[in-house]
């Protein structure tokens, strides 16, 4: 037999709460929720200072969904005492997306029209970036993300080889030419003045006679 419910986790040290939904066929499976920020809170302060709450039962996965789009609404997610990262009555994964292969073409086609653009459209990696970042900055400034956010992120974890080649094949195409920050220039130092900096290629014959030399020199005497 399988349950249907919707659930509440509260942090009783700091009175924050999670409201979820679950299906299972055993109640008492110790499910605590697999939303990000629940589990990271449950990491740091222990599984013993949180309390679960069953709050209703549904007959089918449908009216769980249903429910659970009423309870946590935009306003919820919004409230600094949740752990809710997103509205409810989206469904999980294996909800949406029964078709798994439909799915599967569907990431990949989203996948090549996003590197095509990243590849080719300048203004699009524009807005992207800008839209990252002013996402970001509004979890920040509605106590979704601390400086402790981070501490579950990659720690711990490693690149897989794979992953390491396709990163420095991107970079490698990306950071060629006038890709590359450092087209164009080169680091000039001058004894005298203790001091480096770095000219356009136009410029360095004429610091070159002004006294400069070619290179970098660091605190320890070393020319890079």
């Not at 037999?1 to 499976?29: A, E, P, R, S």
Request: charged share 35%; with cysteine.
């Amino acid at each position: 037999m399988k349950f249907y419910y919707i659930y509440k986790v509260t942090n009783k040290i700091n009175g924050k709460i999670y409201v979820g939904i679950h299906k299972t066929t055993k109640l008492d499976d110790g499910y605590m929720g697999s939303g990000k920020y629940i589990k990271r809170a449950i990491n740091k302060h222990g599984i013993e200072h949180f309390e679960k709450e069953i709050l209703e039962t549904f007959n089918s996965q449908e009216e769980m969904y249903k429910r659970e789009a009423e309870l946590v609404n935009k306003n919820f997610v919004k409230d600094k005492n949740t752990y809710n990262l997103k509205v409810g009555g989206e469904g999980s994964w294996d909800y949406i997306n029964s078709d798994s292969e439909k799915q599967r073409i569907k990431c990949i086609k989203g996948n090549l029209v996003q590197k095509t653009e990243y590849y080719t459209n300048p203004l699009w990696c524009k807005k992207r970036s800008k839209k990252i970042s002013d996402s970001m900055k509004e979890q920040y400034k509605n106590g979704r993300k601390t400086n402790d956010s981070f501490i579950y992120g990659f720690k711990g974890k490693k690149h897989t080889p794979e992953t390491k080649r396709k990163i420095a094949m991107a970079n490698s195409i990306h950071q060629k030419g006038e890709g590359n920050s450092q087209y164009g220039t080169r680091w000039i130092y001058n004894v005298e003045l203790k001091e480096n900096k770095k000219v356009k290629e136009e410029e360095l014959q004429e610091c070159i006679n002004n006294g400069w030399k070619r290179g970098r020199k660091n605190i320890f005497g070393r020319i890079n």
